[in-house]
């Protein structure tokens, strides 16, 4: 995942949320690479994330790095369960390899861990 992505996500999920979205704007303002420019635009109108999950199928690595997002900007939000799903769905690029699948299982172990 692009860091200026992953600033825009920190922020979030530590419930700065107007400075996540204005990280998520920056990005999308300085960022050329169409597809970060597709996730940064969807996590910011979640009305097109039926159109990024839809374009996510298109390659193996953007099926990992689209629901990494969008389910590191639910858990931010507070969406576990959408959360754990779109994790899920990004182990089904099997990109073992990548650091982001490594994340993906890591996050839902501790999703799924009960409350403290």
């Not at 419930?15 to 996590?43: M, P, V």
Request: proline share 2%.
């Amino acid at each position: 995942m692009q860091v200026g992505l992953l600033q825009a996500e920190i922020l979030q999920s530590l419930g700065r949320k107007e400075e996540a979205r204005a990280k998520l704007d920056n990005f999308l303002n300085n960022t050329e690479d169409a597809w970060y420019r597709s996730i940064a635009e969807c996590l910011l109108d979640q009305e097109k994330e039926g159109i990024l999950v839809k374009r996510a199928g298109e390659s193996p690595e953007y099926l990992l790095t689209g629901h990494i997002a969008l389910a590191f900007w639910a858990e931010g939000s507070g969406d576990k369960g959408k959360a754990i799903d779109h994790y899920r769905e990004a182990l089904g690029s099997y990109m073992d390899d990548m650091i982001e699948y490594v994340f993906a299982v890591e996050r839902i172990k501790r999703l799924r861990q009960p409350s403290q």
